[in-house]
T-cell receptor, first 115, second 112 residues
């Protein structure tokens, strides 16, 4: 079945530094990738949608200069949290929409802790 | 904007019994998809079942089935023969125009 590999699974960084999270679709081409944020015991909140080769579309309230998204190929999307602060600590999940069968495949998530 | 409501924050069921999780949604769209996702403690989102709005027949996947009432905008999930491994957070999700909107989730605990 479709697999999305997300790395790293967890990361601790110092306040003010940047962190990059990668999502790769391993056995299918992902025309569209999505990035979500999930706080403890809460639901997934869509941050942005990215299509291969074009700029990401950010949801209202999400700072595009802080959360940089790149979708350079049909199998790779990255989320870079720039100048991270403790309030950016959260669980980030990517999801990919396949080109063949309609459906969403989720990565395993990244737990980001900013200290 | 679409909204998804899961009115049961927590539920519990005895192993081997049946449990139903409720979900309602609000939309003006006619064509859409509905999903139930499971998120166990590992936090990996796992697709449980999918329903296309244009299909009247309720989707089923082994022990999992839905009761889709389009007019009532209701999409409940029934889990039969509950197993300990079913313990997880369950999210109902609405999809229109390639955008998923999730409910707040129901934490299901299966007791031995």
């Amino acid at each position: 079945g479709a697999v999305v590999s997300q790395h790293p699974s967890w990361v601790i960084c110092k306040s003010g530094t940047s962190v990059k999270i990668e999502c790769r679709s391993l056995d299918f081409q992902a025309t569209t990738m999505f990035w979500y944020r999930q706080f403890p015991k809460q639901s997934l909140m869509l941050m942005a949608t990215s299509n291969e080769g074009s700029k990401a579309t950010y949801e209202q309230g999400v700072e595009k200069d802080k959360f940089l998204i790149n979708h350079a190929s049909l199998t790779l999307s990255t989320l870079t949290v720039t100048s991270a602060h403790p309030e950016d600590s959260s669980f980030y999940i990517c999801s990919a929409l396949g080109t063949v069968n309609y459906g969403y495949t989720f990565g395993s998530g990244t737990r980001l802790t900013v200290v | 904007a679409q909204t998804v409501t899961q009115s049961q924050p927590e539920m519990s069921v005895q192993e081997a019994e049946t449990v139903t999780l409720s979900c309602t949604y609000d939309t003006s769209e006619n064509n859409y998809y509905l999903f139930w996702y499971k998120q166990p403690p590992s936090r990996q989102m796992i697709l449980v079942i999918r329903q296309e709005a244009y299909k009247q027949q309720n989707a089923t996947e082994n022990r999992f089935s839905v009761n889709f009432q389009k007019a009532a905008k209701s999409f409940s999930l029934k889990i039969s023969d509950s197993q300990l491994g079913d313990t997880a957070m369950y999210f109902c999700a609405f999809d229109s125009n390639y955008k998923l909107t999730f409910g707040k989730g129901t934490l299901l605990t299966v007791n031995p």
